[in-house]
Structure formats: structure tokens, C-alpha cells
């Protein structure tokens, strides 16, 4: 398989993490959003969405991290990312698309660039923009794991699972629009812990080839 | 089952339409999110998260609509809503995420009311701004339906999914931020397909008790 993506970008990353954590051997193949390599026609000749991340496969070609999750998930089976039980699936859903629906979108590059052409938002305003969403979603977030994985290591249970791979990159995220995690000493504990392991190393943005030395 | 949703929010709205065409009975309780009910301690002690949607079965909380229209769907595979193998499945979850991540997030209420309230953007540049993305979103969907779907009734093959609960309250929500949608002749298509179904219908936020009359 061959893995389209770019050392920061959030969703490259959390495919990254669950492709690891299955044990899944990959290609990775950088496109460079910061110079919109996405939107070229030599990318769009291989993803003609032009988004990343994309993975291609001998017979399909994957797109939307969510769905390419999900489909990692039924065509690996092995180390699962989601619980056995309807409940415990929910409750991981739930807790990635508090991250994937309500925090990464709102502050992706396309939405700051807009701010910042369109809006004539200044840097500080753009800042203070994916600090407030990114707080706000860690806030709900925290509450949820402070009342429920509190003695868990992992968001749910004792193994990591997709709201595992969904957080992790949004921490990193956190960490370079410079918001104050320190109200959040749940979603720090789960941090500290993924970062113990391989999987979770493998995927980090530095730990890329594309990213700068 | 109880689904605690507005007439007017594209979560709920979804969620209605899947619950809809799985034949499901279910009570609706309005929380009207123009006046912050979804924040009020009344509704905060049903739902912590102060969400809608929100569905309480008889021993569950569910929130965030895609956790929940999975769950649906793994707990009433009757009238299945995801197709059989995992490439369609893959295909209906991207188009899902088309919608539920990268159009519905940055549009929604909270980020209007900060860029009104934060960044005093005026009315004009706050309708650009939805329709911008909306025709963004939608014309990535139009590619690909009229790519693979065009002889099709529906997003993906002859019965409605998950990808059409997700489409079709965009659309609603893309007349109501007055899009353009005539360079979309496929969503077009399967929009009005959608309307002659009495699931469908029942779902549209004019037709909900809370919708002003």
C-alpha cells in the first residue's frame, strides 16, 4: 500500500498511527500542502479529489481519513482499533468525531488562509481562532475522560483504539498553535503514555521523511 | 428511544433521516439551539456534552451523529444503510465525511457567532463564508458522483445510505445560506429522488413539531 500524506498534516498522521498499530507495512509518499502540491494536476491524476491523505491499495484508492480508518479496521481485523461491543464502538466513534468533526476541521489551512486573505484576520487573531476550538473540544473531551478512562491508560480501555489515533495528532496540533494543556491532565496522561510506544513514535510528524531537519 | 435534537441542526437532521428509513420509532424533544438550551443545566444533566443530537435508549447516552448512525446501524442492520463490502462501504463513509467533516463543522452556529462576535465580520462576508465552503464541498461531491453515480438513484447505488442522510441536510442548509446550486446537477438529482421519500420527509426540519409555523 502507498500512503499519500504530509508530515503535519493531522489526518496523514492519524493514518499513519493506525496503520502502525496494525502492523501494516507502507509506502509513504509526501505531498507538500504547504506549496498546495495537492492541488497539481500530477496528484490529481492520482487522487483526483486532491486531498491527502490518500491510500492507495493494488485495487482501490482510499480517501477521507475516517472512512480509510474504518476500512483499515474491516479489511485488518487483527489488533483491533475498535471495541467488540456496540456500546464501547460508539464510544470511540463518538470520542474521534468530537476531535475529526468538531476540532481539526474548523483550523485546517484552508480555513486560516481564508481568515487571513479573505477576512484580513491578523496572525494573532488566527492564533487565538484555534486556540478557542481546540480548547473548547479538549474541554468536552477531558470532562468525558476525567468521568470514564480516569484509570484507564488509553482513551478507552487498556488499548489504544481510533479516538486514540485522533487525539494524539491533535495534541501535536495543540502544542504548535501554543494552547495551554495544562487544564487537561487526562488527555496529557494519554499523551504521555502513546508516546511510549512505537506505533505512536513511527507516526510523529518529525519522525517523517518530509519533515524539515 | 428519545432523540434530543432541533428542528434546524444538520446533525439532527441526519440522525432523524437514518432513524427514519430504519423504521424506528422514537419520542423527539426539541432543545432550541438559538437560545442555547443545549447549554442550560436541565439539558446538561440528560447530556454532559450539551449536544444534539443525543439519543437515550434505556440504558445508553448516544452523541455525536456519526458514532450514532453507526451504532444504528450495528444494532438494526435491518434496512442496512452501508453496502455489503468493505470498498462500498469505504466509498459511503468518504461521502459521509465529505459532508460531516469538511462542509458542516465550519458552518456551524458557534463558529458564525465568533466570527460576528470576535472578529465583527458583517452579514455579507458571514454568507460568503458558508457559501464558499458549501460549493467547495459540494463540487469535490459532484466530481465524484458524476464519476461513479450519475446512473444512479441515490449517492451510492439504488437505496439510500448513510452518505445521502449526510447530503441531503446540507443541501437544505445550502438553500437556506442561498448557494447556487446549479453547477451540481447529480446532487440535484438525488436530492429530489430523496423528496419523494416519505422517510425523508419526515425528516426535513420544516415538518418537526419545533419548526415555527
Known amino acids: 500500500m502507498t500512503l499519500y500524506g ?100 474548523i483550523n485546517n489551512r484552508r480555513i486560516l488562509q481564508y481568515l487571513r486573505n479573505e477576512l484580513s484576520v491578523d496572525e494573532e487573531q488566527v492564533l487565538l481562532w484555534c486556540q478557542r476550538w481546540i480548547s473548547d473540544g479538549f474541554t468536552a473531551l477531558e470532562t468525558l475522560l476525567a468521568k470514564d478512562s480516569a484509570r484507564e491508560d488509553f482513551c478507552y480501555g487498556n488499548r489504544p483504539t481510533f479516538a486514540d489515533c485522533y487525539l494524539i495528532p491533535q495534541i501535536y496540533s495543540a502544542r504548535r498553535f501554543k494552547v495551554d494543556l495544562t487544564p487537561f491532565p487526562n488527555i496529557m496522561r494519554i499523551d504521555e503514555r502513546c508516546r511510549t510506544i512505537k506505533a505512536f513514535i513511527d507516526a510523529e510528524p518529525m519522525n517523517q521523511p518530509d519533515a524539515p531537519h
Open 6 to 105: 504530509y508530515f503535519r498534516s493531522g489526518t496523514s498522521h492519524r493514518t499513519r498511527i493506525a496503520m502502525n498499530l496494525k502492523g501494516l507495512d507502507y509506502d509513504n509518499i509526501s505531498v507538500n500542502l504547504a506549496q498546495d502540491e495537492q492541488l497539481e494536476s500530477a496528484f490529481k491524476a492520482i487522487n483526483p479529489q486532491g486531498l491527502v491523505p490518500a491510500l492507495q491499495t493494488d485495487d482501490l484508492m482510499l480517501f477521507q481519513s475516517p472512512a480509510i480508518l474504518e476500512w483499515l479496521e474491516e479489511t485488518y481485523p487483527e489488533t483491533p482499533l475498535l471495541p467488540k461491543d456496540a456500546a464501547g464502538r460508539m464510544k470511540v466513534r463518538a470520542l474521534s468525531a468530537m476531535v475529526g468533526c468538531d476540532i481539526h476541521p
